[in-house]
């Protein structure tokens, strides 16, 4: 792989190399969290990944629990921001950087067992410094909603060297 200065362009050919690889998936999510520490501390299960669209899993653990005994409201934050980003990252030029500015989450019940978060992001005109919201919906095994992430991206291209 060539090398660049977009953690985007290195995240969508990571993922172009090993999603496909036996095994690949969870290599591509460890080296996610090696990428993204604190991302790793609720260890995403990358599902599906392609251009505008993210699918992230995520385990019902100990350490990702709460007092009430469900899934703390941190770690489905984590889940909602990794997935928007996943999502938007496929969409960008490799000369693109982008940064969450801002980060909300409305609960809907109380998160258990295996979770499944999902974004759709368009297509952004990079060429300007502009602000973008992406929601996450993470739903239970069920199928139920237990939570909408909304992330605001500040996206624009790399500045110059």
Do not use: Q
């Not at 299960?45 to 990702?64: F, N, Q, S, T, W």
């Not at 000369?95 to 609960?107: E, G, Q, T, Y």
């Not at 998160?111 to 990079?126: I, K, N, S, V, W």
């Amino acid at each position: 792989m060539p090398p660049t200065r977009s953690p985007y362009a290195r995240i969508r050919r990571l993922w172009d190399y090993w999603h496909d690889l036996p095994g690949g998936k969870w290599v591509f999510a460890k080296l996610l969290g090696l990428a993204v520490p604190y991302t790793a501390t609720i260890r995403p299960r990358i599902a599906e990944l392609r251009p505008g669209y993210a699918r992230v899993e995520m385990d019902d653990r100990h350490r990702v629990r709460n007092h009430l005994n469900s899934i703390h409201a941190i770690a489905l934050m984590n889940l909602g921001e990794v997935t928007s980003g996943l999502a938007a990252a496929m969409t960008f030029p490799d000369n693109v950087r982008a940064i969450p500015v801002r980060l909300s989450i409305d609960f809907v019940k109380k998160a258990r067992g295996t979770l499944t978060a999902e974004c759709t992001a368009p297509a952004f005109d990079t060429s300007v410094e502009r602000e973008h919201d992406l929601e996450t919906v993470i739903k239970d095994r069920s199928g139920d909603v237990v939570a909408r992430a909304m992330a605001r991206w500040r996206v624009g291209p790399l500045p110059a060297a």
